[in-house]
T-cell receptor
């Protein structure tokens, strides 16, 4: 089955630790995205990648880092510099960048205490 | 600046009622795309529809229908004969067609729909 997987579904970390969220897709999509969702709010774009070995900052990139070494994978690292890391993180992909529909993974709920 | 407004934060209906979710957008571009997504309690966003700015025809898919009115910058979503399984948060989103740049979606705040039996 084609789709996007994110692991783990729930993640707990202590303050000051970096943590990496996994995102894998087997849809053969070129573009991938990371969003953050806070309770009662819409989605905000953290980073996106139009193609392998390329990525751009979104609206709230501070305290986050990404890599895109393979087409299928777009991991997100939440660093200790991110002031409020507790949130729901959603990964998405689309066939290409532009105005194509994005397909989302199941999300990772990160709690930092 | 691009913006999407979903003024209804929460809506509660009884099963079999029709319900309309409002979406108003702002953009300076003449070419743009509009989307609706559904987020059930599991959390994963499910794509429902994509509409470009040149296509103002209403669309119907089963119990779902969409009304796009460029004159009022609105792209409203109606669920006919609502069911409990329709309970979810619904997001409207806007994307401009910008060559050689990422396809950023601008999301509204979402409308939480609760359908009671």
């Amino acid at each position: 089955d084609g789709g996007i997987t994110q692991s783990p579904k729930y993640l707990f970390r202590k303050e000051g630790q970096n943590v990496t969220l996994s995102c894998e897709q087997n849809l053969n999509h070129d573009a991938m995205y990371w969003y953050r969702q806070d309770p009662g709010q819409g989605l905000r774009l953290i980073y996106y990648s139009q193609i392998v070995n390329d990525f751009q900052k979104g609206d709230i990139a501070e305290g986050y880092s990404v890599s895109r070494e393979k087409k299928e994978s777009f991991p997100l690292t939440v660093t200790s510099a991110q002031k409020n890391p507790t949130a729901f993180y959603l990964c998405a992909s689309s066939i290409a960048s532009g105005s194509y529909e994005q397909y989302f993974g199941p999300g990772t709920r990160l709690t930092v205490t | 600046a691009q913006k999407v407004t979903q003024a209804q934060t929460e809506i509660s209906v009884v099963e079999k009622e029709d319900v309309t979710l409002d979406c108003v957008y702002e953009t300076r571009d003449t070419t743009y795309y509009l989307f609706w997504y559904k987020q059930p309690p599991s959390g994963e966003l499910v794509f429902l529809i994509r509409r470009n700015s040149f296509d103002e025809q209403n669309e119907i898919s089963g119990r779902y229908s969409w009304n796009f009115q460029k004159s009022t910058s609105s792209f409203n979503f109606t669920i006919t004969a609502s069911q409990v399984v329709d309970s979810a948060v619904y997001f409207c989103a806007l994307s401009e067609r910008v060559y050689n740049q990422g396809g950023k979606l601008i999301f509204g705040q979402g409308t939480e729909l609760s359908v009671k039996p």
